[in-house]
Antibody
Framework: QVQLVQSGAEVKKPGASVKVSCKVS????????MHWVRQAPGKGLEWMGG????????IYAQKFQGRVTMTEDTSTDTAYMELSSLRSEDTAVYYC????????????WGQGTLVTVSS | EIVMTQSPATLSVSPGERATLSCRAS??????LAWYQQKPGQAPRLLIY???TRATGIPARFSGSGSGTEFTLTISSLQSEDFAVYYC????????????FGQGTKLEIK
């Protein structure tokens, strides 16, 4: 059973960056395809990007390319998502989610991290 | 990018009745289609994958069908705990690892 525990809520000013962590237990990070999904208040789910373990590459949604960086620390089984140049529209709950491979759905989710961007 | 369109946006159904939710893809995703349930304040939960396979622990009243571009989630006899928002998601394998969600259908008590 995979468990994903995310870091706590953040409040950031416009233009700043935020880094959210996701700690994996029950499996090792190298066994999983880690993805990030966000949800603005009252809105739907938006895939941001994820790691394809089959070719070792991280794929980003076009909308976030250049502004998001997803990394993994396999020594601590922790994944990170950093979003830069924050604007008010980035206010959302950010989820990490895992799949067995890059061709599978997301069967485990973190609890979510609220990021608020406000001046 | 593959666009996923769900209908209706809101569905009002009485407990014990049947609910049918639809999802359409802008191009074929084969059977690489999943359904998720999300309740307020909670993370989404995987219900169906491969268009029709129930995830572990999902009750038999949930069923999925379809392939290509047209998909349906059916809940045969609604229980109180089923009132939530439902999302479809395509995870077609080209480009690899690129996923898109539908905008969601809110299932509310009539």
């Amino acid at each position: 059973q995979v468990q994903l525990v995310q870091s706590g809520a953040e409040v950031k000013k416009p233009g700043a960056s935020v880094k959210v962590s996701c700690k994996v237990s029950g499996y090792t990070l190298t066994e999983l395809s880690m993805h990030w999904v966000r949800q603005a208040p009252g809105k739907g789910l938006e895939w941001m990007g994820g790691f394809d373990p089959e070719d070792g590459e991280t794929i980003y949604a076009q909308k976030f390319q250049g502004r998001v960086t997803m990394t993994e620390d396999t020594s601590t089984d922790t994944a990170y998502m950093e979003l830069s140049s924050l604007r008010s529209e980035d206010t959302a709950v950010y989820y990490c989610a895992t799949a067995d491979s890059s061709s599978d759905p997301f069967d485990y989710w973190g609890q979510g991290t609220l990021v608020t961007v406000s001046s | 990018e593959i666009v996923m369109t769900q209908s209706p946006a809101t569905l009002s159904v009485s407990p014990g009745e049947r609910a049918t939710l639809s999802c359409r893809a802008s191009q074929s995703v084969s059977s690489n289609l999943a359904w998720y349930q999300q309740k307020p304040g909670q993370a989404p939960r995987l219900l169906i994958y491969g268009a029709s396979t129930r995830a572990t622990g999902i009750p038999a009243r949930f069923s999925g069908s379809g392939s290509g571009t047209e998909f349906t989630l059916t809940i045969s006899s609604l229980q109180s705990e089923d009132f939530a928002v439902y999302y479809c998601q395509q995870y077609n394998n080209w480009p690899p690892g690129v996923y898109t969600f539908g905008q969601g259908t809110k299932l509310e008590i009539k």
